[in-house]
C-alpha cells in the first residue's frame, strides 16, 4: 500500500513537471515577438516555365512560408517553406500569371511563430532573354548575328536600331538562333538586339525582354570621335562608365574634352568637335538655328541644387523656393561662389538672380565671388570657404565624401532641372568633322541598354539614382 502511494504521489509530481515546462514553452512561445513582414519582395520570370520569388532578409527569422494563389480555391495557398531568402516555382504555364506573398516565421522552443504575410507581388513566366549575341561583318553590306539557343523558344525576332525614331524596328522573324543582314550601307554602324518568343494554347505569342545590343567590330574610315561635353557629366564619373562601354561595342576612340556647356558648345562652333553633350538649352538651340548642329536630341536630365554650409547662416534650408534663397543669401552678405565660365551651370544660376530681381557684380560684392572654373574646383571652394553655389546634384554626390560640412540645402525647385542633350555637329559648316560617328555615338547612347546604365549609375556608390531619363 505504502508502495502504490508513493509510485501515486512520483507520478503526479512528474506529471506537475511536465505541465509545468509544457507551459513554460507555450508562454516563452507567445511571449516573444513575431517576425516583421518581409520587404522588398519580388517576383520575376526566371524561364518559359519558371518564376523566382526573392525578399530581403527579416531579422529573427528562422525561415519562411512562400504563399500562390489558387484561383480555384480564391485564396493563398502554402506553396513552399523555405530557409533561404528566394524561391523559384517551376512548373508553369508561360504567359500565365501568378500572384505570391511571402511569411517570416520564428521558431521558439519547437513552436512557430508567424508574421503577417507581405503584399501581393505577381509576374508571368516568360522566354529568357536571348544571350552570347555575337554580330561579325561578313562584307561591307552585310553581318552575320548569332546567339545561344534558349529553351522553350519556338523562335526569334532581330530587332534593328532606327535612327530617325530612335527606336528598334523589327527586321526579321527566325526559328534557328542566327541571321545574316544584307543590304546594309557600307561604313554605316548598325545596332541589334533579339527577343525570343513562344506560342501558347490561347494563340498568344509570348516575347523575352530584348538581349543585350550588339553591333559589328566596324574598321571605321575616321575612328575618332571628338565628343565635347559639360564639366558636370565628366566629374560625376559617368563618362569614365560609358566610354569604355561605347568603345567595346563600336571600336571607336571616343576622345573626350570637359568643359562648361560655353565652352563645349564653342568647340563645336570652331569645327573642333565631332558631337556635344551639353545642358544648355538656349545656347543649344541658337547653336543648330546658325545651322552649326544638325538637331538637339534631349534624352536625361537630373537636378540642380543649393548647397552651402551645414550652419546655414542665411537661412537657405528654410527658403521657400531657390528664388527666395537666393534672395536671403544677398541680404545676408552670405559668400556665395558662381562659376562664372558661360556654362549650362552657370547661366542656370545668373536666370535664377534675374529672377529674384538682382544682379550681384563681384567687383562690387565682396561676397559674390566668379571663379571661372569647373563644378570639381567651384565645390571644394565653397567647402573650404563655407560658401554656398549652385550645383548639379551628380557631381556633388561624386565628391561628397571629401567635403567638410558643405550640405544640399534645397533641391527640386522648378528652376533647378538641368537637361541634357546630344548634338551632332553640322560637317557643312567645318570641315574634318566625323559626322557618321557622331551620329553612330548619339544612336549607342540612346539605345535602351545604355539608357539603363544611366538610369542605374550612382545607386550602388551613392545610394541613389544620379541621372533620369525624359
Same mark, same amino acid.
Given at each position: 500500500m505504502k508502495k502504490t502511494a508513493k509510485s501515486l504521489f512520483t507520478l503526479f509530481a512528474a506529471a506537475i513537471i511536465l505541465m509545468s515546462s509544457v507551459q513554460v514553452s507555450l508562454l516563452s512561445a507567445f511571449a516573444a515577438n513575431p517576425p516583421a513582414v518581409p520587404q522588398? !519582395? /519580388?517576383?520575376?520570370?526566371?524561364?518559359?516555365?519558371?518564376?523566382?520569388?526573392?525578399?530581403?532578409? !527579416?531579422?529573427?527569422?528562422?525561415?519562411?512560408? !512562400?504563399?500562390?494563389?489558387?484561383?480555384?480555391? &480564391?485564396?493563398?495557398?502554402r506553396l513552399a517553406v /523555405?530557409?533561404?531568402?528566394?524561391? /523559384?516555382?517551376?512548373?508553369?504555364?508561360?504567359?500565365?500569371?501568378?500572384?505570391? &506573398?511571402?511569411?517570416?516565421?520564428?521558431?521558439?522552443?519547437?513552436?512557430?511563430?508567424?508574421? /503577417?504575410?507581405?503584399?501581393?507581388?505577381?509576374?508571368?513566366? !516568360?522566354p529568357s532573354a536571348p544571350v552570347n549575341l555575337k554580330a561579325v561583318l561578313l562584307t561591307p553590306t552585310s553581318t552575320k548575328l548569332t546567339w545561344s539557343s534558349v529553351s522553350g523558344a519556338n523562335g526569334y525576332v532581330v530587332y534593328r536600331f532606327n535612327s530617325t525614331s530612335k527606336a528598334f524596328d523589327n527586321i526579321k522573324t527566325v526559328t534557328s538562333a542566327s541571321f545574316t543582314n544584307t543590304g546594309l550601307t557600307s561604313g554605316k554602324t548598325y545596332f541589334y538586339v533579339i527577343k525570343a518568343y513562344q506560342w501558347i494554347i490561347s494563340g498568344k505569342t509570348i516575347y523575352s525582354s530584348p538581349s543585350a545590343a550588339v553591333s559589328a567590330p566596324f574598321t571605321h574610315s575616321n575612328n575618332v570621335i571628338r565628343c565635347s561635353t559639360t564639366t558636370s557629366v565628366n566629374d560625376s564619373g559617368l563618362m569614365s562608365v560609358l566610354e569604355p562601354l561605347f568603345e567595346k561595342a563600336t571600336g571607336y576612340d571616343l576622345q573626350i574634352t570637359s568643359n562648361g556647356s560655353g565652352a563645349a558648345i564653342a568647340l563645336g562652333r570652331t569645327g573642333n568637335a565631332d558631337v556635344l553633350l551639353v545642358h544648355s538649352p538656349a545656347d543649344e538651340a541658337k547653336f543648330v538655328s546658325d545651322g552649326y548642329g544638325i538637331a538637339r536630341i534631349s534624352f536625361m536630365y537630373n537636378f540642380f541644387v543649393i548647397a552651402g554650409p551645414a550652419e546655414d547662416p542665411a537661412g537657405v534650408k528654410s527658403a521657400s523656393s531657390a528664388v527666395t534663397a537666393f534672395q536671403d543669401i544677398a541680404s545676408t552678405r552670405s559668400t556665395f561662389i558662381s562659376r562664372g565660365d558661360a556654362s549650362g551651370t552657370n547661366k542656370a544660376e545668373l536666370n535664377i538672380w534675374k529672377a529674384a530681381g538682382l544682379n550681384p557684380n563681384p567687383s562690387t560684392n565682396s561676397w559674390y565671388i566668379s571663379a571661372g572654373q569647373g563644378m570639381g574646383a567651384c565645390l571644394t571652394m565653397a567647402d573650404q570657404m563655407s560658401a554656398y553655389l549652385l550645383t548639379d546634384t551628380a557631381t556633388y554626390l561624386s565628391m561628397k565624401s571629401g567635403f567638410g560640412d558643405l550640405k544640399i540645402l534645397i533641391d527640386r525647385d522648378d528652376y533647378m532641372k538641368n537637361t541634357y542633350s546630344l548634338i551632332a555637329c553640322n560637317p557643312a559648316k567645318n570641315t574634318g568633322l566625323n559626322f557618321s560617328g557622331a551620329n553612330d555615338f548619339i544612336d549607342w547612347m540612346t539605345l535602351p541598354s545604355t539608357l539603363a546604365v544611366i538610369a542605374d549609375y550612382g545607386k550602388a556608390q551613392y545610394g541613389q539614382q544620379l541621372f533620369f531619363l525624359l
Amino acid at each position: 500500500m505504502k508502495k502504490t502511494a508513493k509510485s501515486l504521489f512520483t507520478l503526479f509530481a512528474a506529471a506537475i513537471i511536465l505541465m509545468s515546462s509544457v507551459q513554460v514553452s507555450l508562454l516563452s512561445a507567445f511571449a516573444a515577438n513575431p517576425p516583421a513582414v518581409p520587404q522588398n !519582395v /519580388t517576383a520575376v520570370s526566371a524561364s518559359y516555365n519558371s518564376i523566382k520569388i526573392s525578399w530581403s532578409p !527579416v531579422d529573427s527569422a528562422s525561415g519562411y512560408v !512562400v504563399y500562390r494563389y489558387s484561383s480555384l480555391f &480564391k485564396q493563398f495557398i502554402r506553396l513552399a517553406v /523555405t530557409k533561404s531568402t528566394s524561391f /523559384t516555382n517551376t512548373l508553369l504555364m508561360t504567359g500565365n500569371t501568378y500572384s505570391y &506573398k511571402a511569411r517570416a516565421y520564428t521558431t521558439v522552443n519547437g513552436s512557430n511563430l508567424y508574421g /503577417t504575410p507581405s503584399a501581393a507581388v505577381s509576374a508571368q513566366p !516568360v522566354p529568357s532573354a536571348p544571350v552570347n549575341l555575337k554580330a561579325v561583318l561578313l562584307t561591307p553590306t552585310s553581318t552575320k548575328l548569332t546567339w545561344s539557343s534558349v529553351s522553350g523558344a519556338n523562335g526569334y525576332v532581330v530587332y534593328r536600331f532606327n535612327s530617325t525614331s530612335k527606336a528598334f524596328d523589327n527586321i526579321k522573324t527566325v526559328t534557328s538562333a542566327s541571321f545574316t543582314n544584307t543590304g546594309l550601307t557600307s561604313g554605316k554602324t548598325y545596332f541589334y538586339v533579339i527577343k525570343a518568343y513562344q506560342w501558347i494554347i490561347s494563340g498568344k505569342t509570348i516575347y523575352s525582354s530584348p538581349s543585350a545590343a550588339v553591333s559589328a567590330p566596324f574598321t571605321h574610315s575616321n575612328n575618332v570621335i571628338r565628343c565635347s561635353t559639360t564639366t558636370s557629366v565628366n566629374d560625376s564619373g559617368l563618362m569614365s562608365v560609358l566610354e569604355p562601354l561605347f568603345e567595346k561595342a563600336t571600336g571607336y576612340d571616343l576622345q573626350i574634352t570637359s568643359n562648361g556647356s560655353g565652352a563645349a558648345i564653342a568647340l563645336g562652333r570652331t569645327g573642333n568637335a565631332d558631337v556635344l553633350l551639353v545642358h544648355s538649352p538656349a545656347d543649344e538651340a541658337k547653336f543648330v538655328s546658325d545651322g552649326y548642329g544638325i538637331a538637339r536630341i534631349s534624352f536625361m536630365y537630373n537636378f540642380f541644387v543649393i548647397a552651402g554650409p551645414a550652419e546655414d547662416p542665411a537661412g537657405v534650408k528654410s527658403a521657400s523656393s531657390a528664388v527666395t534663397a537666393f534672395q536671403d543669401i544677398a541680404s545676408t552678405r552670405s559668400t556665395f561662389i558662381s562659376r562664372g565660365d558661360a556654362s549650362g551651370t552657370n547661366k542656370a544660376e545668373l536666370n535664377i538672380w534675374k529672377a529674384a530681381g538682382l544682379n550681384p557684380n563681384p567687383s562690387t560684392n565682396s561676397w559674390y565671388i566668379s571663379a571661372g572654373q569647373g563644378m570639381g574646383a567651384c565645390l571644394t571652394m565653397a567647402d573650404q570657404m563655407s560658401a554656398y553655389l549652385l550645383t548639379d546634384t551628380a557631381t556633388y554626390l561624386s565628391m561628397k565624401s571629401g567635403f567638410g560640412d558643405l550640405k544640399i540645402l534645397i533641391d527640386r525647385d522648378d528652376y533647378m532641372k538641368n537637361t541634357y542633350s546630344l548634338i551632332a555637329c553640322n560637317p557643312a559648316k567645318n570641315t574634318g568633322l566625323n559626322f557618321s560617328g557622331a551620329n553612330d555615338f548619339i544612336d549607342w547612347m540612346t539605345l535602351p541598354s545604355t539608357l539603363a546604365v544611366i538610369a542605374d549609375y550612382g545607386k550602388a556608390q551613392y545610394g541613389q539614382q544620379l541621372f533620369f531619363l525624359l
